[in-house]
């Protein structure tokens, strides 16, 4: 847990053979291609998780568990996958309390990933971007380009008050995603639910072999 602080020819050989042996080797070469390719492909995803545990954290102050329709879109956008969210928290917009359900959650042997929603936007309280920083180990600017790049044809220009965020922290896939409802859908069905698994596969057999 994140304490906070060139091949050779036979010149004898007829010309008509020669180019027959010429165009039945590269044919040869370019099959050996193909499958290497098709193998590296899957070796690169030999450590994809199949069915995640998902902690899902809500960050605000005027809503609930029973009133939470982006915690409900990213829970339905995994569940739909075949994964599990082990756990939904609501939690006022306080940084220290971010950060301490987050860092929990990524100590938990049963969550392999986390996503929140809310506080990512401009406001004095939005104060989820703050809080869960430090935890990173590794960030991952490329989510929230993506989600930016995504959320353009939407939103408009407004996307650049869009701080959506993602990371590692103790071997755990972090995601920290926008509080409306169709920020929460897109960023989970289009990016997180597609990715995570990959993610933490990877993070957690890089965290498995710093420990041996």
Not at 28 to 46: N, Q
Not at 74 to 98: P, W
């Amino acid at each position: 847990m994140v304490d906070f602080q060139s091949r050779d020819t036979d010149d004898s050989e007829p010309a008509d053979a020669e180019g027959e042996q010429g165009d039945e080797s590269h044919e040869h070469e370019g099959r050996e291609h193909d499958h290497s390719h098709e193998h590296d492909h899957s070796h690169h995803h030999d450590a994809d998780i199949d069915a995640l545990g998902v902690g899902v954290v809500t960050v605000s102050s005027s809503r609930s568990l029973d009133d939470d329709p982006s915690g409900d879109a990213i829970e339905t956008a995994f569940e739909s996958e075949g994964h599990e969210v082990v756990t939904r928290e609501l939690v006022r917009d306080d940084y220290d309390r971010v950060q301490a359900v987050v860092n929990r959650l990524v100590g938990r042997d049963d969550v392999d990933a986390v996503v929140t929603t809310g506080g990512t936007g401009v406001t004095p309280d939005d104060r989820t971007v703050e809080a869960v920083r430090p935890l990173l180990e590794k960030r991952l600017p490329g989510f929230g380009e993506l989600f930016r790049r995504l959320s353009f044809d939407d939103i408009g220009t407004r996307v650049v008050g869009t701080r959506a965020l993602a990371g590692i922290a103790d071997g755990v896939p972090v995601f920290c995603l926008p509080g409306s409802e169709n920020a929460a859908t897109l960023g989970a069905q289009d990016i997180i639910v597609p990715e995570a698994p990959h993610l933490a596969g990877l993070s957690q057999r890089a965290d498995e072999a710093d420990e041996e």
